[in-house]
């Protein structure tokens, strides 16, 4: 008997509790933007690295949540080659998408980006995770043809205005010529532009946060991480990496 009465008191402290973490998720959400070859991949390895400790677990995510599979792959039954979910290339698609496959597009991977934050990175944040994307639909400002979207901006922050967003977004900025160094396929011009892009939207929404990358990667990333450090659990100390 003063087991079950225990247990019965204790109902409303559960309760109480999984109401805290469902509006307050202890986890934190953030993502990184930056021109292609600017290093986003080694420098969220390193994020990893040092603030898995931290929290429960660390989940990643390139470009959307992923709850949705790849319109190439519905239409092909293959994954696509290029990490944004479709090949810039295929030959039955006309070469210039037109207004009509734009509006496909964003609205079937706004659902992705909507439900799957909801059903996937929202519960792991409520499972107090650590969740990083490198990208997110922030990309469509800065390399829509690729993803297939000829859509005038007005167009692009109507419908992202539907989508969920990271709690933090870190914009990778670099001199052009050390970001050719490691993509020499792209012209000093293309990066240019690319970093102009990324500047315009950090202008339209808040949560984006400009970081000059032109340091080595561990300096880049440790600069990140004192910038998250009030969302970090109460718990955590930042220390460095060679204590």
Known sequence: MP?????????????????????????????????DGVGKTSILDTIERRLKPAFSAVK?????????????RLRTGNEAVT????????????????????LIRLIYYGIDFTLGYWLR???????????MCDRYF??????????????????LRTFCAFYPRPQRVFV????????????????????????????????IYPELELIDSNLDINATAERIIHRMAKNMPKNFTLRSENE
């Open 3 to 35: 087991h079950l009465l225990a247990s019965l008191l204790a109902v409303p402290r559960h309760i109480r509790g999984f109401a805290v973490r469902m509006l307050r998720p202890p986890g934190v959400f953030i993502a990184l933007l930056g021109p």
């Open 60 to 72: 990643r995510h390139h470009w959307r949540p992923g709850l949705l599979p790849s319109l190439n």
């Open 83 to 102: 990490p944004i979910g479709e090949k810039a290339n295929m030959s039955s698609v006309e070469g210039r998408t037109r207004m009509l496959p734009s």
């Open 121 to 131: 990175i929202y519960t792991e944040m409520t499972r107090g995770n650590l969740v």
């Open 138 to 155: 922030y990309d469509y400002f800065v390399a829509s043809e690729p993803k297939r979207v000829t859509a005038p901006r007005w167009v």
């Open 172 to 203: 990778l900025t670099a001199d052009p010529e050390r970001v050719r160094a490691r993509r020499a396929d792209l012209t000093i011009a293309e990066i240019e532009r690319q970093n102009e892009a990324l500047r315009a939207v950090a202008q």
